[in-house]
């Protein structure tokens, strides 16, 4: 059989504790978890490029490539490639020299909603660095994809594939100390200021008699908040690092609705993460988050905090058991069998375009 030998390029990722991570993580397991049928079935042989702490985390049936620094400026496979695939347009190793097909998948264009002048042209001339070393590209939402046509001009192959969720609703639970036995609203994020956080200590400033969780992976960033909220005098809310999958998800279970008033976003995978939970969640209606939301979610049209609270009180009033039932069918709709799958098409496509490399 002819060996079709596909690099997976985690570039520069050290770990998996954010929203690429758990991309990363996700996608690269579950394709390594086909990797004997892809081989038997397609000729696909899987190379994963990251760096040494994260060698061998896919386990043995697929092979690994090195990260190293040099690649920064030329990079060059130790075997050829038929297609090399850079799984973020962050990453800062571009696909190495020779004949292979080269896909990117870009997850935003962010920076075209918070910068300007000469930073928004730095952004987009790296952008268009990137797509000019690209056959083709995956835009993880319709509204990415909207972007990446629209902004960069961008006339090539083009495919949205939804990112999937992981299913938390049955995986273990780890209770937190102090919040067994009070009700509380939930938001986990990296908590940067894109994601809008401060818009909902003001409104938990008009709610005394509520509380607000919080959950972040920085510790410096977390400081900043709790000082935000003891300058305002909230004692209403609990500020989180680093929360356990198991905590995440017990937070997810115990909590009265989950809120994400990002500004911008890619995807938004923590809404989705609670809407399998069934439960009531409130997002903004900026960037990608209605695309992913959908019916089953509720709208923040503003950030005032008293028309905060209002559309809060009303959506937990309307939060029947037929809407936490298609809140959990919307989001089961996106999971990662199907995004793997996707991906190994647009592997397919574009490989067929291209003879085979022979197998040693």
């Not at 209770?175 to 938001?187: D, E």
């Not at 997810?252 to 609670?274: R, W």
């Not at 008293?306 to 809060?312: C, E, K, L, W, Y």
Request: glycine share 8%; proline share 6%; charged share 20%.
């Amino acid at each position: 059989m002819t060996l079709r030998r596909v690099g997976i390029s985690l570039g520069n990722l050290g770990g998996f504790v954010d929203g690429l991570g758990e991309f990363s993580r996700q996608l690269g397991q579950t394709l390594a978890d086909q990797a004997p049928a892809l081989r038997d079935l397609h000729g696909l042989e899987l190379h994963f490029h990251c760096l040494p702490a994260l060698q061998g985390c896919f386990g043995p049936d697929v092979h690994y490539l090195p990260v190293q620094r040099r690649q920064e400026g030329w990079h060059r496979a130790p075997l050829n490639m038929d297609l090399w695939h850079t799984t973020s347009q962050l990453n800062r190793y571009g696909p190495p020299q020779g004949r292979g097909r080269r896909l990117v998948t870009v997850h935003d264009l962010n920076y075209l909603y918070e910068k300007r002048g000469l930073s928004l042209w730095r952004h987009q001339w790296r952008m268009r660095q990137v797509l000019a070393k690209a056959d083709a590209v995956v835009a993880i939402t319709g509204h990415v994809a909207g972007d990446i046509r629209r902004a960069l001009g961008w006339a090539g192959a083009l495919q949205v594939v939804h990112n999937g969720v992981r299913d938390l609703s049955h995986e273990p639970r780890e209770a937190l100390p102090g919040l067994q036995s009070r009700p509380f609203f939930f938001h986990i994020s990296r908590m940067t200021p894109n994601k809008n956080v401060e818009s909902l200590l003001a409104m938990m400033a008009l709610w005394p008699d509520k509380h607000l969780v919080l959950a972040g992976p920085s510790a410096e960033r977390n400081a900043e908040l709790q000082a935000w909220a003891e300058r305002h005098g909230l004692v209403n809310v609990t500020v989180l690092t680093r929360v356990s999958d198991a905590q995440k998800a017990w937070l997810y279970a115990h909590c009265e609705a989950f809120f994400f008033p990002s500004l911008t976003e890619g995807f938004g995978l923590p809404p989705i993460e609670a809407m399998r939970f069934g439960k009531p969640t409130f997002l903004s209606t900026l960037t990608s988050l209605p695309e992913v939301g959908g019916d089953a979610a509720c709208y923040w049209p503003s950030f005032d905090p008293h028309a905060m609270r209002r559309v809060v009180e009303d959506g937990l009033a309307a939060h029947t058991p037929e809407r936490a039932q298609a809140a959990t069918a919307r989001a089961a709709g996106f999971n990662w069998a199907a995004a793997a799958q996707a991906y190994v098409q647009v592997y397919l496509g574009l490989l067929d375009a291209r003879p085979a490399v022979v197998a040693p």
